[in-house]
Nanobody, 115 residues
Framework: QVQLVESGGGLVQAGGSLRLSCVASESIFSIDVMGWYRQAPGKRRELVAKIASSGSTNYADSVKGRFTISRDNAKNTVNLQMNSLKPEDTAVYYC?????????WGQGTQVTVSP
């Protein structure tokens, strides 16, 4: 059972930056893929970015060039640096871990971007 705890959400003006962090309850060396998803009101949860144990990354087209996902293996942490934020980035952001064909989710952290 992997437990994930997110932090770093908040309110920011358009054009600003936020850094989200997700701490896992176990070594992330053992986790195949870690990622960030988001869900805006009335919309489906969508992938924002993910990073494999190999270090390869994937980004949603809407965040390419603005967001960067990284992992700190020593701290069992995955970070999401979000720059040039837009109002449409407003959502609850969820950390995800994919391990042995199972999904694990954090509780979510709210990101609100004002115009």
């Amino acid at each position: 059972q992997v437990q994930l705890v997110e932090s770093g959400g908040g309110l920011v003006q358009a054009g600003g930056s936020l850094r989200l962090s997700c701490v896992a309850s176990e070594s992330i060396f053992s986790i195949d893929v870690m990622g960030w998803y988001r869900q805006a009101p009335g919309k489906r949860r969508e992938l924002v970015a993910k990073i494999a144990s190999s270090g390869s990354t994937n980004y949603a087209d809407s965040v390419k060039g603005r967001f960067t996902i990284s992992r700190d293996n020593a701290k069992n942490t995955v970070n999401l640096q979000m720059n040039s934020l837009k109002p449409e980035d407003t959502a609850v952001y969820y950390c995800n871990a994919w391990k042995v064909a199972r999904d694990y989710w954090g509780q979510g952290t709210q990101v609100t971007v004002s115009p």
